[in-house]
């Protein structure tokens, strides 16, 4: 009879977990859903903050997950979970994927139209250089490997934000006042992927 009731209970908790597991994800489907249609930049950045803290929750919640003696719970129980656990890593990882390419195509485009142009937003450089290594290292995070294609992006993005740098280097109006070293240029070790051409993010 104990051992029955302390089957119950173990249920209950690790339903609960489900349950609270596949909220976030829904939640992120909405979030990511509202990414995708929003234009306006500051609206992008607060979704893709929000975003990023769902994803981080739910990681939490499936670590917790992945260590629920399953000796204590039903088999249908079992299987729920692992299911759960299952579905919800895989999409856990694409739209962290996902999230992190897009926001590195957009630093693609910015720097690169700026470099193109000869327009120089002084001290964007600085910005652009921690917003790409803060998005690889979220890439990182989750995939040691790229397409071809996605490395050559990130090596062009690389390049342009390196000319921005240099830019700003030169620019006496920013020396003037700073006493601090100059900004360091990438690295391109930063970019140093493995290949694998199956890898495939739709944005």
Known sequence: MSM????????????????????????????????????????RDALRDALAHDLDRLSNLVSLAET??????????????????????GRMKHIGLQ?????????????????????????????LRAEFIRYVSYLRSMSNTLSTAHCDMLADALDAINALIQNDRHSSWLRSFADDEPIALLDRSVVDFDIDEEFAVAV
């Open 4 to 43: 029955r009731r302390s089957t119950a209970t173990a249920d209950r908790q690790a339903t609960a977990l489900i349950d609270a597991m596949h909220d976030i994800g829904r939640r992120l489907e909405r979030r990511r859903a509202a990414l995708s249609a929003a234009h306006d930049a500051r609206r």
């Open 68 to 89: 629920v003696p399953s000796v204590e719970l039903a088999p249908v129980t079992v299987r729920e979970l692992d299911d759960s656990v299952r579905v919800l890593r």
């Open 99 to 127: 999230m992190a390419i897009e926001r590195l195509h957009e630093l693609h485009a910015s720097a690169r139209d700026w470099t193109r142009s000869g327009t120089h937003p002084l001290g964007k450089s600085l910005h």
